[in-house]
């Protein structure tokens, strides 16, 4: 495979997992919003502080406004990170290996495109259609992984398709869960109310799988449990890396180096980091800190699998 | 609903459809399936089309205000219908002249023996600018120069075709031949089937095979690539579509790399050697180190390799003098001299400007003359003589006096019309035809069909999509 097509396909997986990420944490929030007696103050500070580029000063203005959020965050052409420029961003990538990628994967992600460019859009989200807005951008991300999942060929193309949606998975995961704990001054052991918690775990769709799994009132301790520990939740990191894991040695077998070795040795450093970690052995003073290592670790080892299979030009 | 009722034919006009006593028999049938849907019908289907080419991104961009609109290439949604007996005519007469065209570039880049015989002025390729010494000598796989062509046609008032122009370099087109037949078969299913019109989506194979034959011989299993310059291009869609229906890969020039004369792409298994390029890279992209230098698009070396012939190129490097405006006034000449045959089709009457008396002549009869410069395609560089203000004329005689050799006659010829559905009625637009024709080592095959370019603009006679052309499906029917 052209180490072009294997960088566009790993990024192509990127910004669409981005964007599904970004849609639930958005969808999540703006439903929770309405329910004013939540906490009285629910502002859209924390994801505009997470999803987007703007200024401080730009969220103080926006953070009150549901709509102006709501635009920053979705159809926004000033904020590199909003939806409209993460699916261009998607498209530029699969346009590139358009003769790659089958034709159904090809127009989902064009179709979401041009749905996205709509120039009615912002005027829809003001309105009383912004949950409906939500829910077809939403059915279009999941389209998406239907669709990839069912036509796209298994094999090379198709582990680096993998390595980029878990590698985004696993970020989006480590980063939110940071800004939830950091709300919460990392206090793992103490036990706020689960409604407090329903923002994250629903932003991960996980909250239906807490409330089966974990039946303790030591909420704190059970929600970072899942979102890091837990081997049957899609979207923790555990589970995550055990994907990048899988689709790893499927790479490395098809593309044989002497450089994989070091690429391996990386990836199992990071690995066990979350595999062999105590629950336990995490407190107020260790929990950022292990979150921010572990940041930097997939960092570092998405930095290793680009140099060894995508440099081209 | 009432189909001839604002349905206006200009004087002196080949319309297919009209001979204005009735309708002629072979549109019979589209005739009378178009009269049993009303207006809002043929609107809805009129959006649907537009709709199927936005979704499957067959689009180009227009750049304002920073920010990048996509447009659909315009489609009219009623098929343009050619009998079977025309098409047997025109696939003959193409046939014959790739014959002698392919014959022409071996001979005018090895022998010149059409020069030395004098059939052909020698100045005349002396002063082309596509002329490329860098290929003399070069022997190509089979003798074949012209893989894949697209000669453009136009029918003139007296309903014969002519040939108005070859393309012999990179045509472009053909994907929208093919996604026009696939859009109407979602747009007028029952037409379509009863209408027995002759196939053209085996296209892409054909094309295929004829690829893998150009590998060297001693390959078993070739690896064949299609070479783009990448997404910014607007044929971009085209080439990723090809490269889909043949099943090879879709390379740009950072793809490849030359090692000791050879071609190879970079994987993520590391180099894997190719042996046919399919370029959709102008020529003197193609290879920095012996065109021109800044070319980002190419790969340095490549002329190397395919002088050793490590590598095939199609179409081959060099095919631009034989589809220069004015080479093309001797290719029925070339006909007759390779093939000892007349000229099946007729070529348009062609004034080389670069002669003083002809000059004389097309500057006396401007009125009724089209300018257009012998390197130039798309439509740009011409002036038409009917249309040109005294400023314009005055700025383009200059122009022509100072560089005769660029620059060609030929009489206005008034293309045909066929029907084409416009803001809800039915009006007659000019078309021509463009058939995409294969040169393989078994002969030429062509598609049954073509591409119809259709003039939008009222009374326009100039069909380019870069100045407000459309087109049409186009059926060869029995």
């Known amino acids: 495979m052209l180490s072009r097509i294997a960088d566009s396909l790993f990024w192509l997986a990127r910004y669409m997992e981005r964007a599904e990420g970004l849609l639930r944490v958005t969808a999540t929030h703006y439903l929770l919003s309405l329910d004013k007696d939540v906490n009285g103050a629910l502002t859209w500070q924390s994801v505009l502080e997470t999803f987007t580029t703007a200024t401080p000063a730009e969220i103080e203005a926006t953070k009150n406004q549901t709509a102006e959020a709501l635009k920053l965050l979705l159809t926004s052409n000033s904020n590199a990170n909003s939806l409209k420029m993460i699916i261009s961003k998607a498209r530029e990538n699969a346009r590139g290996i358009q003769d790659y990628i089958t034709k159904e994967v090809w127009e989902e992600v064009n179709s979401f495109y041009h749905l996205i460019n709509q120039p009615t859009l912002d005027k829809r989200l003001s309105s009383y259609e912004a949950a409906d807005m939500l829910d077809l951008f939403t059915r279009h991300s999941v ?40 709300i919460n001054h990392y ?25 089966k799994t974990y039946r303790s009132s030591a909420d704190n301790h059970d929600v970072l449990h ?88 | ?7 206006d034919l200009s004087p002196n006009v080949w319309d297919e459809m009209y001979d204005r006593k009735q309708i002629r028999e072979h549109y019979h049938k589209v005739f009378n399936s178009l009269e049993q849907f009303d207006v809002n019908a043929l609107q809805q289907k009129d959006r649907l089309a537009g709709e199927l080419f936005m979704n499957q991104g067959i689009t180009f961009t227009v750049y304002s205000d920073d920010a990048g609109i996509e447009r659909i290439f315009p489609f009219d949604i009623i098929p343009r219908v050619i009998t079977g007996k025309e098409w047997d005519h025109i696939e003959l007469g193409i046939q014959q002249r790739l014959k002698a065209l392919n014959l022409f570039l071996k001979d005018i880049y090895n022998e010149q023996q059409i020069l030395k015989d004098k059939v052909v002025p020698a ?46 370099r990179t045509p472009s087109g053909v994907s929208y ?20 019109v002759r196939r053209v989506s085996n296209y892409p194979l054909m094309l295929h095979e004829i690829l893998l034959q150009m590998a060297p011989a001693q390959i078993s299993n070739p690896s064949v690539v299609l070479l783009t310059p990448g997404i910014y291009n607007s044929a971009y869609y085209e080439h990723a579509f090809l490269a889909r229906m043949m099943g090879i890969t879709l390379v740009e020039g950072r793809d490849l790399v030359i090692d000791n004369h050879k071609v190879y792409m970079k994987t993520t298994e590391g ?11 102008d020529d003197e992209y193609l290879d920095p180190l012996v065109f021109k230098p800044d070319s980002a ?117 008034k293309l045909s019309t066929v029907p084409c559905f416009i803001d809800g009625t039915f009006q007659a637009r000019h078309v021509d035809l463009r058939p995409y024709a294969l040169c393989g080592p078994q002969g030429v095959q062509i598609v049954p069909g073509g591409l119809t370019r259709v003039a939008l603009r009222k009374d326009s006679l100039i069909v380019n999509s870069s100045q407000g052309g459309g087109s049409k499906d186009t059926w060869v029917i029995d």
């Open chain 1, 143 to 182: 389209l998406y992984t239907g669709i990839t999942d069912i036509t796209m060929a298994r094999g090379t193309g198709w582990g680096f398709m993998n390595l980029g949606k878990y590698i985004e998975r696993c970020f989006e995961t480590i980063v939110l869960t940071n800004k939830h704990y950091q």
């Open chain 1, 187 to 211: 206090k793992i052991h103490e036990s706020k109310d689960i409604m407090q918690w329903r923002q994250l775990l629903m932003s991960l769709s996980g909250y239906e799988l807490h409330l």
């Open chain 1, 226 to 313: 899942q979102v890091l520990f837990n081997e049957d939740f899609p979207h923790s990191v555990v589970y995550s890396l055990g994907r990048i894991d899988r689709h790893l040695q499927d790479v490395t077998k098809r593309n044989f180096s002497e450089e994989n070795a070091a690429l391996m040795r990386c990836f199992g450093r990071l690995h066990s980091k979350v595999k062999h970690t105590d629950l336990d052995t995490l407190n107020n003073h260790t929990l950022h800190p292990y979150l921010e290592e572990l940041r930097g670790e997939v960092l570092q080892f998405t930095k290793l699998l680009g140099q060894q299979f995508f440099s081209y030009a």
């Open chain 2, 1 to 7: 609903m009432g189909f001839l009722d604002q349905y």
């Open chain 2, 123 to 168: 100045a005349l390729i002396a002063s082309c600018p596509h002329y490329t010494r860098e290929v003399f000598g070069i022997r190509v796989p089979h003798d074949i120069y012209v893989h894949i062509s697209g000669i453009d046609l136009i029918r003139g008032e007296d309903g014969q075709f002519y040939v108005l122009e070859d393309n012999l």
């Open chain 2, 177 to 196: 031949m093919l996604e026009n037949r696939e859009v109407t078969k979602r747009i007028f299913p029952e037409m379509l089937a009863s209408s027995h």
């Open chain 2, 271 to 281: 180099l894997e050697q190719v042996h046919v390029i399919y370029r959709r890279i």
């Open chain 2, 297 to 413: 698009l190419g790969i340095p070396g490549l002329m190397n390799a395919y002088r050793m012939g490590n590598v095939a190129i199609v179409n081959a490097i060099g095919n631009g003098v034989a589809d220069d405006k004015a080479v093309y006034a001797y290719v029925p000449q070339m006909i007759r001299y390779y093939l000892n045959e007349e000229p099946i089709l007729p070529n348009v009457p062609t004034y080389e400007m670069s002669d003083p008396e002809q000059r004389k002549h097309v500057f006396d009869n401007i009125e009724k003359m089209v300018i257009k410069r012998t390197n130039q395609s798309g439509g740009y560089g011409m002036v038409m003589g009917n249309k040109v203000s005294p400023e314009e004329w005055a700025k383009a005689k200059t122009a022509i006096e100072a560089d005769p050799r660029s620059f060609i006659a030929q009489p206005i010829i």
